[in-house]
């Protein structure tokens, strides 16, 4: 079974440019994640999707991040514009839905984003 | 609010040795706890999972146990190899309805020496 594909894998931009992310999660899972890792810290979730409704964006800073999963499946993350605060691991999840007891979330690779 | 630390962030044993890792958390009330794996420049991978009526799981030379009126989880690697080497993160679900959020310790960098 294929796992949960990000790209790019990593980027470099400059403060004040924008930059957008792609996640594919596994196949037939309703739910996906977004990430924020910083260095040395944990991830932090961004914005929790089921299906192409949005379950959660508590912490997902509004007023320069966005996302969308649009037809269910895939979906991007977008930054603009970029602070030097954004430099971080930006991880995708996905599950199969939230209301099993058992719900294990399947990570991508991530993409190292670097702002300088 | 919830949180979770992990102790000690960085632990480095020769091969053969058995460990322990810690996870705390600071609010009871959760639905379940995993533990991760996190290779340089991969994704999480995860590595058991406890239900919060549970105690522990084991999968292989990994044992999680998972004491809810205390706040605590460990991680017991036995026989570790140097292939164990990575970082370790707990994180726990707070509840079981829609919003399947997992809130993440720092995480325990462990390299095992050959």
């Known amino acids: 079974e294929a796992g949960v594909a990000q790209s790019p894998r990593y980027k470099i931009i400059e403060k004040r440019q924008s930059v957008a992310f792609w996640c594919n999660p596994i196949?037939?899972?309703?739910?996906l994640y977004w990430y924020q890792q910083i260095l040395g810290q944990g991830p932090k979730l961004l914005i929790q999707?089921?299906?192409?409704?949005?379950?959660?964006d508590s912490q997902l800073p509004k007023d320069r991040f966005s996302a969308e999963r649009l037809k269910g499946v895939d979906s991007t993350l977008k930054i603009q514009p970029a602070k030097l605060e954004d430099s971080a691991v930006y991880l995708c999840?996905?599950?199969?839905?939230?209301?099993?007891?058992?719900?294990?979330?399947?990570f991508g690779p991530g993409t190292r984003l670097t702002v300088l | 609010k919830q949180e979770v630390t992990q102790i000690p962030a960085a632990l480095s044993v020769p091969e053969g040795e058995n460990l322990v890792l810690n996870c705390s958390f600071t609010?009871?009330?959760?639905?379940?706890l995993q533990w991760f794996r996190q290779d340089p420049g991969k994704g999480l991978t995860s590595l058991l999972l406890?239900?919060?009526?549970?105690r522990e799981q084991t999968s292989g030379r990994l044992n999680a146990s998972l004491d809810k009126s205390s706040g605590r989880s460990t991680l017991y690697i036995a026989a570790s190899q140097p292939g164990d080497s990575a970082t370790y993160l707990c994180a726990v679900r707070l509840n079981g309805g829609a919003t399947n959020k997992l809130i993440f310790g720092t995480g325990t960098l462990l390299a095992v020496q050959p």
């Open positions: 609010d009871s009330a959760i639905y379940n």
């Open positions: 999840a996905s599950s199969l839905e939230p209301f099993t007891s058992y719900n294990e979330q399947f």
């Open positions: 406890i239900q919060s009526s549970q």
């Open positions: 999707f089921q299906n192409n409704g949005v379950v959660d």
């Open positions: 196949s037939g899972h309703a739910t």
